[in-house]
């Protein structure tokens, strides 16, 4: 019996699927790791303090860098609409690369860049 191809529709809605399932674990984890976040942010800067003072300039200071979901990123457009990248990534505590991937992914469907900074995109009724 012949395998009925898929189309490209179905692979994005089951890809689309799977991205979710991450996103809502990704999410999960956050907030278990939240109680932990000002542990990370002491040894970072820590690790900082350290490659300043030894001129070492290959710190693994990264390594526990806090990541944050797309969610995270739009809860805090909400509440400080007109924000540039880079100052949700210094408030986040995250590198300002994740914060631009974030926007610019859903800048079509979730997020607006105006002159001023970004914005939650309003959505349209049909």
């Known amino acids: 019996m012949p395998t009925k191809r898929r189309g490209p ?3 994005h809605l089951s890809t689309t ?4 399932e991450i996103d809502r674990r990704l999410t999960e984890l956050d907030l278990e790791l939240e109680s932990t976040r000002p542990l990370i942010d002491e040894r970072r800067r820590l690790l ?3 490659a300043t003072l030894s001129g070492d300039p290959s710190s693994p200071a990264g390594n526990l860098v ?5 969610d ?3 809860d805090y457009l909400t509440r400080r609409p007109g924000s540039r990248a880079g100052a949700i990534a210094q408030e986040l ?3 300002l690369t994740n914060i631009s ?4 992914r859903a800048k ?3 997020f607006e860049r105006r002159e001023d900074g970004w914005y939650i995109r309003k959505r349209t009724r049909k």
């Open 9 to 11: 529709q179905s692979q």
């Open 17 to 20: 699927g799977v991205i979710g």
């Open 48 to 50: 900082r303090a350290r």
């Open 66 to 70: 806090r990541k944050v979901t797309q």
């Open 72 to 74: 995270e990123v739009a």
């Open 93 to 95: 505590g995250v590198p």
């Open 101 to 104: 991937q974030h926007l610019h």
């Open 108 to 110: 079509a469907t979730r």
